[in-house]
C-alpha cells in the first residue's frame, strides 16, 4: 500500500512538466486562475541568466471576465511592486542573474499573475453585482408595498446564518429570498450555499429566487435550480405582481 507521499506526489505530478514553446520553456505551476486554470510560467536564457514572464496570462484571464483595461493595469501595477517584477506588453516579467534564484522567480511571477488576475476579477464583480442590486431595489420598491421590503436580510440556515440581498413578505406570511447573482463561479457558489442551506428547515417558509441580468452558464443554472427560482431581471417585476396575487 502506497503512502500518503506516494499519493501526493502522483496527484502532484502534472505541475512538474516543462514544455518548450516559442515563448520559452513553459512550467506549469500550482497557482490558479478564478477560472481555475493553472498559471502558466515561461523561462527564457538571457545572456548569463533568465528572463521570466507570465505571458500575458493574468491580463488575459482578467480581460475574459470583464473587459476593464484600466482596472486590469492597475491589478497588474499592484503586483509589479509587491514581487517588485517589470511590466512589459502586460506580461509580468523578473530577470535573475543564475539559476540559484530561478525557483524563486517563477513562484514570484506565478502568485503575482494569479493574485492580480484574481484581484481585478473580485472588483470587477463586486461593481457588477452592486449594479445589478441597485437594479431589484428599483423594481421592488415600483412594485411590492414599501413596508414588505428589507435589505441585507439574514436568516438562520441549517449550519450558519446567511445574509441576503433582498427579503420581501407575501401576503400569507412566507418570506421571499432574493439574492442577484453574476455568471461567475464565485457568485454562483456563494448563492448556491446560502439558499441550499434553507431547503430543508421545515420551520421556514420561504420563496428564493436567484436574480440574474447576463447569461448564466448552463452548468450554473442546473446547480442553482436545486435550490432556488432563476429569474431575468426583466422579468422581476412580472413575477413579483403574479406572486403577490397567488
Not at 482596472?71 to 497588474?76: D, N
Not at 503586483?79 to 524563486?104: H, I, K, P
Request: include cysteine; charged fraction near 20%; glycine fraction near 6%.
Amino acid at each position: 500500500m502506497s503512502n500518503a507521499c506516494d499519493d501526493i506526489r502522483a496527484a502532484l505530478s502534472a505541475f512538474e512538466m516543462c514544455t518548450e514553446t516559442e515563448h520559452g520553456s513553459r512550467v506549469t505551476t500550482h497557482c490558479l486562475y478564478p477560472s481555475f486554470d493553472p498559471v502558466n510560467v515561461f523561462v527564457v536564457r538571457f545572456g548569463g541568466g533568465f528572463r521570466v514572464h507570465d505571458g500575458g496570462g493574468a491580463a488575459r484571464s482578467a480581460w475574459t471576465h470583464g473587459r476593464d483595461d484600466n482596472l486590469i493595469s492597475r491589478m497588474l501595477t499592484k503586483q509589479v511592486q509587491l514581487y517588485r517584477l517589470q511590466l512589459s506588453n502586460n506580461a509580468l516579467t523578473v530577470e535573475v542573474r543564475s539559476v540559484d534564484w530561478l525557483g524563486s522567480a517563477i513562484l514570484a511571477v506565478a502568485n503575482a499573475s494569479a493574485a492580480a488576475a484574481h484581484a481585478a476579477v473580485d472588483r470587477m464583480m463586486t461593481a457588477t453585482e452592486t449594479v445589478l442590486k441597485d437594479k431589484i431595489l428599483r423594481v421592488l420598491k415600483e412594485t411590492v408595498p414599501p413596508t414588505t421590503i428589507a435589505v441585507d436580510y439574514e436568516v438562520a440556515g441549517q449550519s450558519k446564518r446567511h445574509k441576503f440581498d433582498f427579503a420581501v413578505t407575501e401576503f400569507d406570511g412566507s418570506m421571499l429570498l432574493l439574492n442577484e447573482v453574476a455568471p461567475h463561479h464565485i457568485s454562483v457558489s456563494s448563492k448556491y450555499v446560502a439558499f441550499s442551506d434553507l431547503v430543508h428547515r421545515e420551520d421556514v417558509r420561504t420563496d428564493r429566487w436567484a436574480v440574474h441580468d447576463k447569461g448564466l452558464d448552463p452548468s450554473d443554472v442546473s446547480l442553482l435550480l436545486q435550490v432556488a427560482e432563476i429569474v431575468p431581471m426583466q422579468a422581476l417585476s412580472g413575477g413579483l405582481k403574479r406572486l403577490m396575487l397567488q
